[in-house]
Nanobody, 116 residues
Framework: VQLQASGGGLVQAGGSLRLSCVASGIIFSLNTVGWYRQAPGKQRELVAV???????SHADSVKGRFTISRDNAKKTVYLQMDSLKPEDTAVYYC???????????WGQGTLVTVSS
């Protein structure tokens, strides 16, 4: 199983980035997938999640600015991030959770840096 995240980078406050995470080795369409982030010195926090049925949930801190989506044919989950703020600076990790809610897989992380 492999989750390959990409799309991070350096952006000015107010800018946008789109993260992508491509999965292999799993039946992607059956998995709940999402994104966590971890800022320096802070705990990892859930950013957004999308179920196999397409239901989404976003953390209060990113609601209205970030949008999670998925493309099952491409086995990819996306995180569109708009109106970025310096406090969004973190390493972003994608994950996939199997239909049994027991198997959880993680991507390697992609760094997002937002300058003020």
């Amino acid at each position: 199983v492999q989750l390959q995240a990409s799309g991070g980078g350096l952006v000015q406050a107010g800018g946008s980035l789109r993260l992508s995470c491509v999965a292999s080795g799993i039946i992607f369409s059956l998995n709940t997938v999402g994104w966590y982030r971890q800022a320096p010195g802070k705990q990892r926090e859930l950013v957004a999640v999308i179920t196999s049925y397409g239901s989404t949930s976003h953390a209060d801190s990113v609601k209205g600015r970030f949008t999670i989506s998925r493309d099952n044919a491409k086995k990819t989950v996306y995180l569109q991030m708009d109106s970025l703020k310096p406090e969004d600076t973190a390493v972003y990790y994608c994950y996939a959770r199997g239909p049994n809610n027991r198997d959880v897989y993680w991507g390697q992380g992609t760094l997002v840096t937002v300058s003020s």
